[in-house]
């Protein structure tokens, strides 16, 4: 599975994207956020506040009920803001 970071979600964590092998207990994507929240301080700084971080599966904006893909890109974007 391919995860792809934007904004500060990717200067946390510290790369733009990786590919990454979810542990299979891991079926939603609130899960996969608090599984990548343990990967390390980077990431646990990124999803401090995983409720508002927007998820797309394949390029569609998803809910983190969301059940994970078999396989396929998910990227992770932080709030949008105005400006």
């Known amino acids: 599975m391919k995860l792809v970071y934007f904004a500060w979600v990717r200067e946390r964590i510290g790369k733009n ?4 092998s979810v542990p ?3 079926t939603d994507i609130a899960g ?3 599984w990548l929240a343990d990967r390390g ?5 990124a999803l401090e506040q995983r409720q508002v971080i927007r ?3 394949n ?3 998803v809910t983190h009920d969301t059940r994970l893909p078999a396989d396929g ?7 949008m803001t105005g400006g």
């Open 17 to 20: 994207e990786e590919e990454i």
């Open 73 to 79: 890109e998910i990227a992770l974007f932080p709030p």
């Open 32 to 34: 996969l956020l608090d």
């Open 55 to 57: 998820v797309a599966v």
């Open 41 to 45: 301080d980077g990431y646990a700084a």
């Open 24 to 26: 299979h207990e891991v």
């Open 59 to 61: 390029h569609r904006h």
